[in-house]
């Protein structure tokens, strides 16, 4: 029997340290790497968190595996048992430019069903957590269920990239919706802007290109909530292989498919 309530303090602990390791970081030098293209970045400390991580993990859970970004964990082709699935540093560029907008995030599944959700926003020592059946928090404040909301009351977060000529979708299929809506956002962070639907700062979230360990903890998060969280046309997610991404408040996530995904395809 897995006993949830000890993997959920562990993880709460461990991410408290990780994310202090990172603010005594600001002062020293990043080594920065880029990874698929130049703006794909890695740095030294994306690495040694997850590497953080790992250690953790394997030292009191051996039996359970690891899917990290940075590939210090195991190979995962199926998420079979118990798996930890994690980002050290989601938003590496705002890291490195900002040294802020950035979240670890950690989405614990079992065959497969995600159970526990975390997001930490490191540097305003935001935790958002959520353990499945059992609500949603920020820090120990409990967020209410997510209302239904129009889209000309809609706040959606959507990177300019997808309403520029691309190779992943038309980018004339956003054109309409972003007129409509009454306003649109890009944080440069999967994870926070998955946080950010799950409290309500924003009614919605598309993209056209995330991996598993980008949205694993948010969409525990947001579903725990009352939202969804799919790919563009509303199927299950691929937690294992990347995939577009859709998240929203209940109600909103129907009518954008319906209204502006389909009608665009």
């Known amino acids: 029997m897995t006993n949830w309530i000890e993997i959920d303090t562990y993880a709460k602990e461990w991410l408290k340290e990780a994310g202090d390791r990172i603010k005594e970081s600001f002062t020293g030098k990043l080594n920065v790497q880029t990874k698929s ?22 030292e009191s859970y051996p039996e359970h595996r690891v899917f990290g970004e940075e590939g210090f964990g195991d190979v995962i082709e199926n998420l079979k048992g118990v798996v930890w699935i994690i980002d050290p540093i989601d938003g590496t560029m705002n890291f490195v430019h900002q040294q802020r907008n950035f979240a670890i995030s950690i989405g614990v599944y079992e065959d497969g069903i995600g159970k526990l959700g975390y997001i930490y926003d490191v540097v305003l020592d935001e935790l958002y957590h959520a353990k499945s059946g059992e609500g949603a928090y920020l820090n120990e404040a409990k967020l209410p269920k997510l209302e239904e909301v129009s889209v000309d009351k809609a706040i959606v977060s959507l990177n300019a990239t997808w309403v520029t000529p691309n190779k992943r979708i038309d980018h004339q299929t956003f ?23 799950a409290t309500g700062r924003l009614d919605a979230y598309i993209t056209m290109r995330l991996s598993p360990w980008d949205f694993a903890g948010g969409k525990v998060l947001v579903e725990e909530l009352g939202g969804k969280v799919t790919d563009l046309y509303g199927n299950e997610l691929d937690m294992i292989n990347k995939s577009p991404m859709f998240a929203s408040k209940p109600g909103l996530h129907q009518e954008i498919i319906e209204k502006y995904i389909k009608n665009g395809k």
Do not use: M
Not at 39 to 54: G, H, P
Not at 182 to 192: D, E, I, K, N, P
């Open 37 to 58: 293209n130049a703006n794909d970045l890695v740095t030294n400390i994306d690495k040694e968190t997850e590497q953080y991580f790992i250690c953790k993990i394997k």
């Open 175 to 197: 054109t309409p919706l972003v007129k409509d809506v009454r306003g649109t956002r890009s944080y440069g962070s999967a994870a926070l802007e998955l946080a950010y639907v």
